[in-house]
Nanobody
């Protein structure tokens, strides 16, 4: 059973940066892709970025040029570097994993999820 644990959220002012981490435990995924999603209460979960086991990555237009996804495969940690944060980035951020090598933007294609970490950006 794969377990995902996010950390690094917090409250920051607009324009600042945060780095989220997601530690993977359980069995080792050899063929996989991972993603970050975010959700505001009352709204659908929104895809933010994804990366595969070959380090190919993609991110949403709303965060392009500000957020960067990366991973430390040896440590099994997924990262999301978030720069130039705005109040519109306020959400709970979730890490997700799927046992398929292609990047996906679709929530239902991810099999494993963390419990999330809250990011709050004030103006």
């Amino acid at each position: 059973q794969v377990q995902l644990q996010e950390s690094g959220g917090g409250s920051v002012q607009s324009g600042r940066s945060l780095r989220l981490s997601c530690v993977t435990s359980g069995y080792t995924l050899t063929t996989y892709s991972m993603g970050w999603f975010r959700q505001v209460p009352g709204k659908k979960r929104e895809w933010v970025a994804a990366i595969d086991s070959d380090d190919n990555s993609d991110d949403a237009d709303s965060v392009k040029g500000r957020f960067y996804i990366s991973q430390d495969k040896a440590k099994k940690i997924l990262y999301l570097q978030m720069n130039s944060l705005t109040p519109e980035d306020t959400a709970r951020y979730y890490c997700a994993a799927r046992t398929w090598y292609r990047i996906s933007r679709l929530e239902y294609e991810y099999e494993y999820w963390g419990k999330g970490t809250q990011v709050t950006v004030s103006s």
